[in-house]
């Protein structure tokens, strides 16, 4: 059952016509629920009131897969305001950003030299930028690019996702670089051929990962909703003498607020993943794919005043 709800979602975010209608009608539906606003400035307020709460953010501006090299350019520039906007703001918040959105899959000079663009300023203004990782085919081609970057960078990171049999390796080859990553379970349709069928394999995975990256002394960023994984990390964060400081967890915008608040309260770095943008459908369906408690949590999301 869980297998075709997953697929059930994952179809219905590829869907162009209910995408349409999404970017059309549901912005304000959304705004406040499960995204921040349709652009970064109506995002601001949102973010105030997480900071005021104790909790930090990262910003994402929806949209992927672009194929113009104008629009790419233009999210690029879009991106470096909103570096920009919240050093000037003052705004507890880091930023994250795919490399489809950048022009990955158009050419790798122009990818790279957006990418250089936004992370210039992050560096002058001391705000990370985390590269996301995307599907499968583009796994290497995004971990090339982040090797490439911290090489030279410090304010940048990147994302592994347990639910890959590669992912063990690629921590191990990446531990090198001394990166800050964050793993998550994963969101993206994949064959058995490249990815664990079976949750109970990516949630061992996902915790072997936790486990060797914090124990390499990297900062890691405990991507989850899952409450085993949650007190699993407690647990060996408190038994390894791991200080605070070294990892936070991560939890999507609209969902969760309650244990969001409660661990903020704890005394454990708490970061709030906020989308912002007309580009919302995609991401609500695949996050309701990933896990189908995320049903219950997006409904409420959605109805509450």
């Not at 369906?285 to 949590?297: G, Q, T, W, Y």
Request: aromatic fraction near 10%; charge should be neutral.
């Amino acid at each position: 059952m869980e297998a075709l709800t997953r697929n059930f979602f994952l179809y219905l975010s590829k869907s162009k016509m209910l995408n349409h209608i999404a970017q059309n009608r549901g912005g304000s539906f959304a705004t406040g629920k499960i995204i921040g606003g349709i652009d970064f400035k109506c995002s601001i307020p949102v973010i105030r009131d997480l900071n005021n709460k104790g909790l930090a953010v990262t910003v994402d501006h929806l949209g992927e897969f672009v194929d113009s090299a104008d629009v790419a350019r233009e999210r690029a520039a879009e991106c470096v305001e909103t570096i920009k906007t919240i050093s000037r703001e003052r705004l507890d918040s880091q930023v994250s950003v795919k490399m489809t959105s950048l022009g990955l899959d158009i050419d790798h000079e122009l990818v790279y030299q957006n990418m250089t663009s936004i992370l210039e300023t992050a560096e002058h203004n001391k705000i990370l930028v985390t590269i996301d990782m995307e599907d499968f085919p583009r796994c290497q081609a995004t971990l090339d690019l982040f090797k490439q970057f911290k090489v030279k960078y410090e304010y940048v990171s990147t994302v592994v996702q347990a639910y890959l049999y590669r992912t063990e390796q690629d921590v191990l080859d990446l531990n090198k670089f001394n990166p800050a990553l964050r793993i998550v379970k994963g969101a993206y349709k994949e064959s058995a051929d490249v990815a664990f069928p079976d949750k109970k394999d990516v949630d061992n995975n996902f915790i072997n990962i936790v486990k060797m990256h914090l124990l390499n002394g990297n900062y890691t960023a405990v991507a989850t909703h899952d409450d085993a994984m949650i007190n699993f990390t407690k647990e060996f964060v408190k038994e390894q003498q791991i200080p605070t400081s070294q990892f936070e967890f991560q939890m999507l915008y609209g969902m969760r607020s309650q244990t969001q608040l409660d661990l903020a309260k704890e005394g454990y770095k708490m970061r709030v993943y906020l989308p912002y943008g007309k580009d919302w459908y995609g991401y609500c369906m695949r996050r309701l794919a990933e896990r189908p408690a995320n049903i219950a949590f997006v409904f409420k999301g959605m109805v509450k005043s």
